[in-house]
């Protein structure tokens, strides 16, 4: 069974700090997803990466994909209080069947 | 255009009876997607429908099951309720084919709890 890990689970930051949470996945693929979950509400579409080597940023959060070493990444600019949510990976290799990483809770701290 | 809906939103019922959750997919989507969240399991796949069809099944027992109407519209049943199975049920829909590109959208989920 494919298995997705996410690092870190919690994280703490400062506004305006950088920083990066990493996503593992077990097997190949070359479809991932990223979404945000604010508490008490669902998953929230962020990014779709399709190939080796995407790359697609949207505000102060960049994602990236390298199939080779089975890891995506998703970089926080200058933290804003507003990004204070619950980022999960999301990879699909056989159609419709996501797998999901264990999340990261992330709170931004003013 | 409408996103997934999914009805009820909160629901409390007891160890043993049945529950029956519905999702509507956004119009033109074909295929619904079940996932059960929960603090200590995350996010897990429990079945997918396409064109009234079950593709692809997660790995849980045999309480739970769905179907999908002509319309896409999705059910999802769960017999013989644990406690365990107190979640948030979640369900999406894409509109692509197998092999293809399959963005899922969520639906607000619903809330189980199993007294």
Redesign the interface.
């Known amino acids: 069974?494919l298995k997705v890990e996410q690092n870190p689970l919690f994280l703490s930051m400062q506004e305006g700090k950088n920083y990066t949470i990493y996503c593992n996945y077990s097997t190949t693929s070359d479809?991932l997803?990223w979404?945000r979950q604010d508490p008490g509400?669902?998953?929230?579409?962020l990014f779709?990466l399709?190939s080796n080597g995407a790359v697609k940023q949207e505000g102060r959060l960049m994602a990236s994909l390298d199939t080779k070493a089975r890891l995506s990444t998703l970089h926080i600019t200058a933290a804003v209080h507003d990004l204070s949510a619950t980022y999960?990976c999301?990879v699909?290799n056989?159609?419709?069947?996501?797998?999901?990483?264990?999340?990261t809770s992330l709170t931004v701290i003013p | 255009k409408a996103g997934v809906t999914q009805t009820p939103r909160y629901l409390i019922k007891t160890r043993g009876q049945q529950v029956t959750l519905s999702c509507s997919p956004i119009s033109g989507h074909r295929s619904v997607s079940w996932y059960q969240q929960t603090p200590g399991q995350g996010l897990q796949f429990l079945f997918e429908y396409f064109s009234e069809t079950q593709r692809n099944k997660g790995n849980f027992p045999g309480r739970f099951s769905g179907r999908q109407f002509s319309n896409s519209r999705s059910e999802m049943n769960v017999s013989t309720l644990e406690l365990g199975d107190s979640a948030l049920y979640l369900c999406a829909s894409s509109s692509s084919l197998r092999g293809g590109h399959n963005e899922q959208f969520f639906g607000p989920g619903t809330r189980l709890t199993v007294l």
């Open positions: 069974e479809r997803y979404y509400k669902s998953l929230e579409s779709v399709l999960f999301a699909d056989t159609g419709n069947q996501f797998y999901f990483g264990t999340g």
